[in-house]
């Protein structure tokens, strides 16, 4: 078994979760960490994690997947935090399995599946979702009275403890699947309440220092630019070759343009 703990967070997940925890069966400890849905998330947890942890949140920090860290009982020093609506890939599971361990973390590439086909090009998401608990948090930043804002850390890394500052992070190369768009009015829902967010983070200028010194340069700059929707449909259609998924990659690529005219607008309002 890979000496790892897992930790799924979910909110009414039935239709992924077992997917999703099935893939995981080659790590030692499985959590499944719920926000008190009404579906059967809680069964199908049952079935295949070694513990379900029902969490509400109290309004205030650390939100779900600090409080995670800071109050479940982990049985390994690394975690690896998956969302429900994601699955591992076998290539990823080897590559996790012949790992030394000698980074504090390690970032992980999220391959998007739109209407069910897995995209093999466009924007590729990379997550620091695996890594030393003594090591890395989760930051807190000033977003709590933002409109947007909820119960789970939003987007952006987390980060290096300061006693910790200049330990090297390493990057998987093999992906794990996101199932992005299945639940397409859940999705637009989603991203009008990031869009709200990310705009009231930009405003404020609360977003927390990325760990990779590039990342950050580069979201300092995309963040002030204002043609962003324009940048990031091009960047996933054409710099990032996502035509070569055909229909699927052209509507991913418009679906950036969308989120960035969304963040445009709320921006506006400010």
């Given at each position: ?61 650390p939100k779900k997947r ?187 690529a418009k679906s950036r ?14």
């Open positions: 078994m890979i000496p790892v703990s897992a930790i799924v967070t979910t909110y009414n997940e039935e239709k992924n979760l077992g997917r999703c925890l099935r893939s995981l069966k080659d790590f030692d400890q499985i959590i499944v960490v719920d926000s008190n849905s009404t579906d059967r998330t809680h069964d199908i947890a049952r079935e295949y994690a070694d513990h379900l942890e029902v969490f509400t949140w109290n309004g205030q920090y600090q409080w995670c860290l800071e109050n479940l009982k982990i049985a390994h020093q690394y975690v690896f935090f998956v969302d429900g609506d994601e699955e591992i890939t076998e290539e990823l599971i080897e590559e996790i399995r012949k790992l030394d361990f000698s980074k504090a973390g390690y970032f992980v590439k999220g391959q998007y599946v739109w209407k069910d086909k897995p995209l093999k090009h466009g924007l590729v998401n990379n997550k620091l979702v695996l890594f030393d608990i003594t090591k890395i948090e989760f930051p807190v930043v000033n977003d709590l009275d933002m409109k947007g804002m909820g119960e789970m850390e939003g987007h952006y890394q987390p980060i290096l403890k300061p006693e910790y500052k200049g330990k090297t992070l390493g990057k998987i190369q093999n992906s794990l699947l996101h199932y992005a768009y299945e639940d397409r009015q859940g999705w637009y829902q989603r991203h009008q309440r990031y869009a709200a967010w990310e705009a009231a983070m930009i405003k404020r200028d609360a977003y927390p220092q990325d760990p990779n010194p590039q990342r950050e340069t580069f979201k300092k700059i995309f963040r002030k630019i204002p043609i962003r929707p324009i940048i990031a449909f091009c960047h996933s259609y054409f710099v990032k070759v996502g035509f070569l998924d055909g229909w699927a990659g052209y509507e991913f343009y969308d989120y960035y005219i969304l963040v445009k607008e709320y921006l506006s309002r400010q």
